[in-house]
Structures are given as C-alpha cells and as structure tokens.
C-alpha cells in the first residue's frame, strides 16, 4: 500500500482517544470544523485547495490487515478494539468550501458531522492534506495577481518538501492559475501541461555554448527555449542570432530564452534589444532564479521585458509564510454545542455558514459567520460534497477550478488584488453566534 493512502499516517493520539470512546461507547454524531484560526501577516486571504484528496481519503478509509498486525503487537491496544477496526469506515456528512474559494480566518472550509470516533480519527490527515494545498495555493496566487497576463510555471519540485508535496505544489499551482509545471508526473496524473528548457550542466557538457545550443534544438525541435546566462548572458543571445539562420533552414525556430541569474531587468532588457535587432522578435524571455510575487512585481514594474517566469523554491515552500493556523475542532457533540475556551484559542460552537455579501456589480462587501439555522443576507458558501460516506458528485475538473479562481480574483476588493493585506477583510460574528457562545460560557461556569 503506498504510503499516503494508510490510515496509520496519523498522529498516535487519534487511535488512543479512539480506544477511550470505544470503551466508553461514545458513538453519537459530533460536528468538526476545519479552518485558520489567523492569517498570516503576508497575506489577505486564502484560497481553498486540496478539497479532491480529502474526500479521497475518506472514501477510503480503513484499516488493511497489516495494520491491525501491527496494531496488535505494539502492545498499546487491547483485542476487542482492534477487531472492532477491522469494519471500520466513514459514514459520515462533509460539507466543505469549492476548491478555489477564497476565504478568511476563522471560516470553516470544512466540515465533518459523524460518530464521534469517525470524525475524531480523520483529523490529522484532513489538516496534512487541506493545509499544504491551500498553503501553496495561496501563495501561488498572489503571483497570479502580481503578473497578470504573464506566462507562470511551476518549477518547485526539487526543493518541495517530499515526493507528495511535489505533485499536490504542482495541483494547487495549475488550480491557482499557473500555465502549468516542470513536474512531469503531475501531467500524467492531473492533465497538467508540462513545461521544461535545460541546466547549466548541459552547457558545460559541450565545449563551445554555440553547439550546445544547436544539440538541444535538434533534440527538441518543437521546444527550443534556451538558457543563456551559463557564462556571458549578452554574449549567448549573440550567438543565437548567429545560429537562428541555420536553424530555420532546418525548419526550427527559437521560441525563447531563460534568464536565471544575475541581474534580471538589466539582462531581460539587453537580451531583448540583441533578439529584436536580431530579427527574433518572437522569441520570448523567460526568467527564473529564487523568484515570488514580490520579486515579479518589482521586476515588471521596472518595465523588465519578461514574458513569464518559473517559480520554485519560494513557491512551493511559500518560505514568506511557510505554516497556516489550520485546526480542527470539536463544535457539537450528542446535539449540544460545543466550545474550547482556551486563551487565544476560544472556537465559535455549533453548526455554522459563511454568507458572503457583494456590490450589484460583483465586488466583494464582507462575510458573515452565522448559524446554519441562522441566515443571515448573502451567498452561502459551505456546499455538501458527501453524505453517509458516498461522494455526492464526480471529482471537479482542474478548469472548473481554474475559472472559479478567475471569477473569484475578479470579484476581490481592490487592496486585495493588489496583495495587499490591510486593511482586513471585514468577517462579523452574527450575534446568535455569539449568543451561544456567551450561553455556553456561562453554563460552564
């Protein structure tokens, strides 16, 4: 079994607490809730991302026989609640937030009403999955918005952190609206177009650049994008104007070209006088080297003539904010409200909806966190996506994420298209919201 999909990719608490409500025969539905408690201060909201493989996980659950071996022999469980494992499965309701939807601290994007062992178990591996895609996803769209009309590539498989972290970084990227990633197995498993060009070790192979360069554009006549800034960034793009004849009369053409070090506006706009008086006007230029939404937007404001860029390392560890306050957190249980009053860490109880309330033309005003049997004015966001453990609709496609995440960047208040992150989005606590929770205060007391 791979790795990902074994429900032992948990945190040890969830089987003890498991054991305690088996003994206990605590059974009754309880009610989770999914959500960021803060956002962090590089960002002015989020964007819901991963929301596929958690239903995945979920239909999918159970504990193989190998597990239960080990369960066993570990010594920690005693037999009557590792056999009551061996039919163990989700049964329970999820109603979650459309991938692609932004939302804003303290705003569930899940939730899972279940038996209380059910709902407990699932935790850990529904905060792993939700938390990294939506982590990237939101960083991955402040570079949307910081370069629009501009070509993105995902190239940030090397430095993500492990092999599923790879693929879901390349996911979440395309879903944000990149054109696509250099991560060749997330082609072929999600449809992502897949981009790629050279390494410097190439160059270095061959003792002229010149050579190199003709190799690589026999070898990919269809995809000849260069890098040039192996040695003399000027003096390459030089010898690709020399090189440009003979290649046309092999019917090949040079579609671009890759900067990657150094100084990247100075290099983009030398290298574009040299192409253009050159007659490789077509040629575009693409830059890459430690780049994020911060650096692509000093760079275009600078009027650096570049056609797109690859982001890596910064993307997809999103190394300006590289964690979420996601949780998880018990809100009903047996059909009475639940809360935790922890400082800095008090949960809204009950079942709740987000109303999220727009201009006539579209623009987003404020959201409301209310009651489920509360309405409040505005959208609904929260929509059922399963229940009694079945799937109620095939998976989304990857477009139909992408242009929910067109229509909600288009619908964003004006600060935040611009990445900006204050002043904050406005989010009200409807008051019977807080009515029950000052009840349940004060029958705590």
């Known amino acids: 079994m791979p790795i990902a999909d074994s429900v032992l990719l948990t945190d040890l608490y969830q089987l003890t607490m498991l054991q305690t409500y088996h003994a206990a025969r605590m059974q009754e539905m309880a009610v989770f809730d999914l959500f960021v408690r803060r956002l962090p201060a590089e960002r002015g909201f989020l964007l819901a991302a991963g929301l596929e493989q958690a239903l995945d996980y979920l239909g999918n659950l159970h504990f193989t026989a190998e597990e239960l071996d080990w369960l066993t022999d570990c010594g920690r469980f005693n037999p009557s609640f590792v056999a009551w494992l061996e039919t163990f499965r989700f049964t329970g309701d999820v109603d979650a937030l459309p991938e692609g ?63 599923e972290a790879a693929l879901l970084a390349a996911r979440a990227n395309y879903l944000s609206g990149f054109a696509g990633t250099a991560t060749v197995l997330a082609g072929m498993q999600f449809g992502i177009p897949v981009f790629g060009t050279m390494a410097h070790s190439l160059i270095q192979a061959h003792d002229r650049e010149e050579d190199a360069f003709e190799q690589f554009a026999a070898a990919q006549p269809g995809n000849v994008t260069l890098l040039i800034d192996t040695y003399d960034t000027e003096a390459a793009a030089r010898k690709l104007v020399g090189l440009a004849p003979r290649l046309q009369e092999r019917g090949i053409a040079i579609r671009g070209v890759r900067l990657d070090s150094g100084d990247l506006a100075e290099h983009a706009c030398q290298v574009r006088r040299i192409l253009d008086e050159g007659g ?32 890596g390392t910064r993307l997809d560890a999103s190394t300006d904010a590289p964690t979420l306050d996601m949780v998880y957190k ?44 509360a309405p409040q004015p505005g959208e609904p966001l929260l929509q059922p996506v399963m229940r009694e453990g079945q ?11 992408r242009e929910r995440v ?25 008051l019977e919201l807080r009515e029950m929770a000052a009840q349940i205060d004060r029958e705590m007391h």
């Open 280 to 311: 490789l006007n077509q040629a575009t230029i693409l830059g890459s080297g430690d780049l994020d939404e911060q650096r692509i937007a000093e760079l275009l404001a600078v009027g650096a003539p570049f056609d797109g860029f690859g982001v």
């Open 406 to 430: 067109q229509q909600q960047l288009t619908a964003l208040p004006p600060a935040l298209r611009a990445n900006q992150a204050d002043p904050p989005y406005p989010v009200e606590i409807a």
């Open 101 to 163: 939807t932004a939302f804003f601290a303290n705003e569930p994007i899940l939730r899972v009403i279940a038996p209380l062992p059910q709902a407990q178990l699932v935790e850990s591996r529904l905060i792993n999955l939700l938390h990294y895609q939506t982590l990237i996803a939101s960083k991955a769209v402040r570079c949307v918005l910081a370069a629009p009309g501009k070509l993105l590539v995902d190239f940030g498989m090397r430095r993500a952190h492990g092999a």
């Open 391 to 401: 799937r109620l609709a095939p998976p989304e496609s990857l477009s139909a994420i």
């Open 330 to 373: 018990l809100q009903e249980y047996a059909g009475k409200p639940r809360r935790k009053r922890s400082e800095g860490k008090a949960t809204w109880p009950g079942r709740k909806q987000i109303y999220r309330r727009s201009t006539d033309d579209g623009t987003l005003i404020s959201d409301c966190l209310s009651l489920e049997d």
